[in-house]
């Protein structure tokens, strides 16, 4: 197999990632705690970052149903979500979040619910994007490399 | 080698609690991990010792001032507290509970650097 042209697929679909504006600089911090103790220390955050936000998500629309209007409510899931995504980097998740919060202090209903979608489909593309990056990652990687996590 | 300074880091979102611990092991600090501002109170009340804390505002159960200010109120005024937090609006409430000095999330590697550097003068300083 040849592995230096899967490094060189790996290392392009991570800048195209940046260049879509999906990641941001605060993901070249979080590699740049991967080390030889720690070797699959970024995906490993991955995975922790997206069984959270799926569980963040599921309690948000579960609020927008049981709590009608309760916009303080709303803003405060919302507030953990956009936290998790400024410490991995997820970019564009983070901007639907933050306008999610902007029409919670408007009290729009609409706004929120339509934000509330957009940022349902950035965190599926955000999601299945790393999934395909961390695959060849594996796939170029050494020999005996750790087993993959259940993302 | 031998860890130079205990850390507290005050965390209930698992990533950030990943990301910050990495970091503070980079540093080659003793990471204790307190999931809710309770925890932490509680880690001092039992007599623990650290020398830096990074704390997050919004926990379940204990916030992040609230913590603070408690375990100012037990006499430890040495160790350096650090206010974390997504929304830049709580500095101020940080900083009257007690905080040495508030960072927005995500903190950044460099910054995290240079208070563990000043914990680890402070501490050379004391020893002469």
């Not at chain 1, 195209?16 to 993901?27: K, P, R, S, T, Y």
């Amino acid at each position: 197999m040849d592995y230096s042209n899967l490094r060189r697929q790996a290392a392009s679909m991570k800048k195209g990632l940046f260049d879509q504006g999906l990641l941001d600089e605060q993901f070249r911090q979080v590699e740049d705690l991967q080390d030889e103790a720690s070797p699959n220390f970024v995906e490993e955050v991955v995975v922790v970052f997206f069984k959270d936000s799926c569980r963040l998500i599921s309690n948000l629309e579960q609020a927008l149903e049981k709590y009608p209007r309760d916009f303080n409510r709303w803003d405060a899931y919302m507030q953990q979500l956009k936290g998790s995504c400024s410490s991995i980097g997820a970019s564009r998740m983070k901007n639907e979040c933050m306008l999610f919060r902007d029409n919670c202090g408007k009290g729009n209903v609409e706004g929120c619910m339509g934000c509330l979608q957009k940022l349902k489909r950035e965190h599926a593309i955000l999601r299945q994007k790393l999934e395909s990056y961390f695959q060849l990652l594996r796939q170029a990687g050494p020999a005996g490399a750790a087993t993959r996590p259940v993302m | 080698m031998a860890s130079l300074v205990k850390a507290l880091l005050v965390e209930d979102a698992r990533v950030d609690a990943l990301v910050l611990s990495a970091m503070l092991h980079r540093f080659h600090c003793e990471v204790t991990i307190a999931k809710n501002g309770k925890e932490a109170v509680d880690m001092f009340f039992e007599g623990k010792k650290f020398d830096i804390v990074l704390c997050d505002n919004d926990m379940p159960i204990m916030n992040g001032p609230e913590a603070v200010e408690k375990i100012r109120a037990m006499g430890e005024t040495d160790v350096k507290i650090i206010g974390l937090s997504s929304d830049k609006n709580v500095q101020e409430v940080f900083m009257t509970a007690g905080v040495d000095v508030f960072f927005p999330k995500p903190l950044k590697i460099d910054v995290l650097g240079a208070m563990i550097q000043e914990v680890i003068n402070k501490k050379r300083n004391s020893m002469v």
